[in-house]
């Protein structure tokens, strides 16, 4: 097919492929949809039948280099696509559960924080999957072959940026950002023409000052901002505002090294063709001394324009932030009482809810986490802080199950120290909040909650042995599923919180669950492979569940032989 | 011959960063400057600092395996393309680690030269340890 004729082919395969996507149960973006709600319409695995679920198929990647598993699979027209740590793209024939093709990304210079993981793939016409790299490459992959079909350096990988999440199309144009906050990069977020790869616009996460190219009209102050002492919502933040402006020229020039990196998943409302994504934190993460200002957008909620890539808007959770509580669990959007908002859980333990238009704050929840001593100083002894530097909510992304206006969201329980510049001489991380020591003796624990969006509260709760790091998955079935760093997978009432559901895995399920169907079935897919940087234990499992073959074809049984069998729950099942 | 190539390095850090390093002694041995010079530069003489850093240790690499100045290039070249250097990364990448690691009070005392050997080891994993 030539060139001349081929740029009309891909926006009619999208319109095609979105609107069977939609129909037929196909799971075909990170987060389940345009607005990265991870809620399925799906119910057949409900409530009343949870109880029986089993592992029906087990893909295991046979990767040598484990690292973080944090992958959410793609399904599309019967294949399963799927990414690994250190970047091998795999596509499963889900009906014969073999292997179609396998790409290993040969990757050059790689500087990555967290842990080797890749969370996932995009699809664009059901012709070409996307993945980025941890050399920081964006590839394009024929869907039926696994063969490149190009391949592009969104940033030097030498200069520490690398690409982590999994990208996203909007009409013809594939959406990426870049991680290495802690690395001093300027982030950034790009959009290429998916068929030809070509660069369509760029969208700086610092921006620059007044002078620059790529100046924002949205931050007329640049980087440096309003000086802000407080958080938006009020909180105080001890900044000394008057030695940060007397420091300001010494350090003219730190917006060039910034950080503010974008490494998850944006979202996408086609109504006002807007992308929203959460941007990562300052650089340097420790010393806000070298880098006086608000440090805008690092921290922030931001609003951009999908055609041009202009700032819509943004709010600034943690204004020139010194406690690594940036802002990483991708947005959600959301219709509340008639009005679309925008979700996002954050690292400092809070929920927000943002007006889509304008980004004003309509609501911060409750904290569904323990809070103490929020945005105190360090001390010599050390300032015991709540959330630790991994939060709150880490990069886990949330459901948001639409029918009950619930958000569910799993965070990290991790008290912690926050120390002055001494130490005593010893190798340490230096990176993410290594200021921050864990207590020890002190509990850690996992917390998975659901927040009642329209008041802000929490509306349950559920404790778990360890902090969480991985996702939520919600669908019309009344469940949501999440799981643990000790390989627990689970199930839970959205309603009432209470536990219907577990299989432990093994490894850590330490990635965002999906659903799909295939062959009229439903089921539910999550990676098993761990996390490096909490260290659970690691693996290459990629399990899929479904109810037993037999249950499936006969239509979920009789409520009351399940209360006799099993003594499921059946309060809030789906009709 | 294992460690030449440091001090090959160490000489160009001697030589650029002093250019860069304007305000510090200049009668103090480059093996001598510590944290508290490097937090004593502003953020562009440490930029001029790493960089000088990076092209003394990978030129004193590249000069290992190269007879003649053509070889240098050629060696420069090939090292820069297959991201094989000893220090693979930019100069904001070890400017921001360094400022990192002098962050804590008592890492100042330890010479430069030694903070982007351990910043470099943390990042690649280990390379033969210079004796401090």
Redesign the interface.
Known sequence: MSMSTRWWVAPVLLAAASQAAAQSGDWTTYGGNDWNQRYSRLKTISTANVSQLIPRMIFQTGITKLGSFENTPIVSNGVMYVTTPYNTAIAYDLSTKKELWRYEHKLGTTIFCCGPNNRGMAIHGGAHVYMGTLDAHLVALGAKDGKVVWDKEVADPAFGYSITHAPLIIGDNVIVGVSGGEYGIRGSVTAYNAVTGDQVWRWYSIPAPKGDSTFDDKAPNGWWGTWAPKTPDGADLHRDVTKEKGDSAKYADAWTRGGGGVWMTPAYDKESNTIFFAVGNPSPDLDGSVRPGDNLYTDCVVAIDAGSGKTKWYYQTVPHDVWDLDAVSPPVVTSLGGKKVVVHAGKTGWMYVLDAETGKLVRKSDSFVPQENMFALPSDKGTRMLPGANGGAEWSPISVDPTLDYGFVAALHQPMNYIVHTAPWEKRRLWLGSAFVAIPGEEQYGLFSAVNLKTGKVAWQNKVAQPMMGGALSTAGGLTFTGEGNGNFNAYNSKTGKLLWQFNAGAGCNSAPMTFTHGGEQFIAVACGGNFQISYPLGDALMVFGLPARSAMMGAPSKGMMKKKTGADTTGAAK | MTRSWWWAALCAVGFVGGRASAGLDPHRHWSARNGDDWRAM???AQVAYTDGFLAGAGFAQAAETAADSAGLRAAVTSLQQS?RFRF???A??Y???I???Y????HRPLPTWYAFW??NT??IGPTTEPAR
């Open positions: 502003g953020p562009e991201g693979p990364y930019g904001n990448v400017v921001t680690r400022n990192d690691y962050w804590w009070e008592n351990e910043v943390s990042l």
